[in-house]
């Protein structure tokens, strides 16, 4: 017998509750009248933030006597209708979830409460092999008041799962179980592989007792949300100039960034403050970004942890490994915005000054392999407010402080057809958006050349002048 992987529906594969979609369609197809029932959007609201309750769920068991008499067909048509709006609601690490379990051979199943007549279109929407849902009882094509069957909730969700797998080859014990709340501790404890997803207060408690992974499917594995928030999300709410005192923002091209939907963002790199200033331009987008860093960062105490929960992906040069790139890939399927900084490394000594950026072709084989739009953003003034050969940014320079421009281009048009072509493209249309005496070539002094360099670093800068430029 095999393993197979059983989904829970609203606040799992969905971010809220389903029921608002499904009570439009059954007032659009005619079942229920068209002025919505008083309180009707509190409930609801007050489900897609807290979660499954006793009292709901009663009222949700007290469904099939209201659908009494009503035409089954009809229901099945509201229920088509609704698929229709809600597979665009599947947040897409969900979708890569249910494609990662079918790539490795398993069963994927929806298990929900709600009524199977109106979630098995959603079901099949999604390409999953079967549904587990409450049914209705029938006479002559209407319902009869009756639940046929379990009341697939609690206990009866999972006695419906083991029927189900006993009659389809399953071994419960052995498979994977991804739910929110915590009447869906009988399921989650019989499975092998328990997620909490999106998890209700008592279930995170437990997931956390139990040492069970909790996730949220609209953000990557790893971020965590306080009250249904990312930190991302929170530091954009404080991305307000009077915060930032010792530096002055110049941005422009805000509105190239994509609203939604995948993208590769794309920097020159001149300082340890680049990333903050991709993240403020993102801030006034109001989209997160996922950052592709080295692994040395994430490695650090402390910081390490802030990285990872921001959605950062490690990267370990000379490694020669795809992952970092394969993660990214995950990510801009599922819609998110990742950035990249395609030189790998602040340039160091004269190689800083050059006027030609030299990338690596990370981006151009990202976007080759996705087809994700290339936005490039140029980055000027950055190693004013946080030099290399500072630990720290200069967070006293309040009487007079550096100006970092940021530019927001238009995609970069690149041919998918050659690594180095798309590369020298995407560096072109940086070095386009940075000003005038960035395209001048400049000899450096031996102080312009020692803020190049690594804090700490115990090379002659006049041995760092004679080297090739590009060659670190």
């Known amino acids: 017998m095999e393993p197979a992987a059983f989904f829970d529906l609203d606040r799992t594969l969905l971010r809220g509750a389903s029921g608002p979609m499904f009570s439009e369609m059954l007032r659009r197809v005619g079942v229920l009248p068209d002025r919505s029932i008083p309180g009707e959007g509190l409930v609801f609201k007050f489900f897609d933030i807290v979660g499954e309750t006793l009292p709901s769920m009663l009222a949700t068991r007290q469904m099939a006597r209201a659908a009494s008499g009503w035409d089954r067909s009809t229901v099945q048509e509201a229920g088509r209708l609704a698929a229709e709006r809600l597979v665009d609601q599947v947040p ?13 051979g398993r069963k994927v199943v929806m298990a929900t409460t709600s009524p199977y007549d109106l979630v098995a279109p ?28 379990f009341f697939v909730w609690g206990p009866g969700k999972l006695a419906a799962v083991r029927q189900w797998a006993a009659l389809n080859g399953v071994d419960v014990t052995k498979s994977w179980a991804y739910s929110d709340s915590i009447y869906d501790m009988p399921l989650l404890s019989a499975v092998k592989n328990p997620t909490a997803i999106n998890p209700d207060p008592r279930l995170a408690m437990v997931a956390m007792l139990r040492r069970w992974p909790t996730q ?31 530096v002055r923002f110049d941005v422009a091209g805000v509105e190239s960034i994509p609203a939604e939907g995948p993208a590769i963002i794309v920097g020159n790199h001149r300082s340890y403050f680049d990333p903050l200033a991709i993240g403020w331009a993102m801030a006034q987008s109001g989209r997160p970004v996922r950052f592709l860093g080295k692994k040395e960062v994430f490695d650090a105490p402390v910081v390490g942890q802030v990285v990872g929960a921001l959605g950062g992906i490690r990267v370990e040069r000379g490694s020669g490994s795809d992952e970092p790139l394969l993660l990214a890939k995950e990510a801009l399927e599922a819609g998110e915005a990742v950035a990249i900084m395609p030189q790998g490394t602040i340039p160091r000594g004269r190689a800083f000054f050059d006027p030609v950026l030299k990338g690596r072709w990370g981006a151009a084989k990202l976007a080759a392999m996705t087809g994700a739009p290339v936005i490039p953003i140029g980055l000027w003034g950055t190693e004013e407010v946080w030099p290399r050969n500072a630990r720290m940014p200069n967070v006293l320079a309040l009487g007079h402080p550096p100006t970092v421009r940021i530019r927001v281009g238009e995609p970069v048009e690149l041919g998918y057809e050659d690594l180095d072509t798309d590369t020298e493209a995407i560096m072109d249309a940086l070095v386009d958006l940075l000003p005038d005496e ?17 804090s700490g670093y115990q090379g002659d800068v006049d041995e760092e002048q004679d080297r090739r430029p590009g060659s670190d």
């Not at 099949?124 to 069957?149: C, F, M, N, P, Q």
């Not at 609209?218 to 010792?246: H, N, S, T, Y």
């Open 122 to 149: 959603l079901a099949e929407a999604l390409g999953l092999d079967a549904v587990i849902a409450t049914r209705y009882g029938e006479v002559d094509g209407k319902y009869d008041g009756s639940v046929d069957g």
């Open 92 to 104: 897409g690490f969900a979708k890569a979830a249910i494609e990662a379990h079918r790539n490795d």
């Open 438 to 454: 960035a395209r001048e070539a400049h000899d450096p002094t031996p102080e312009e050349l020692a803020r190049t360099l690594p």
């Open 216 to 246: 949220f499917f609209d953000v990557p594995a790893g971020v965590p949300k306080v009250i249904g928030v990312e930190p991302q999300r929170m530091l954009q709410w404080l991305a307000k100039p009077q915060l930032f005192p010792w």
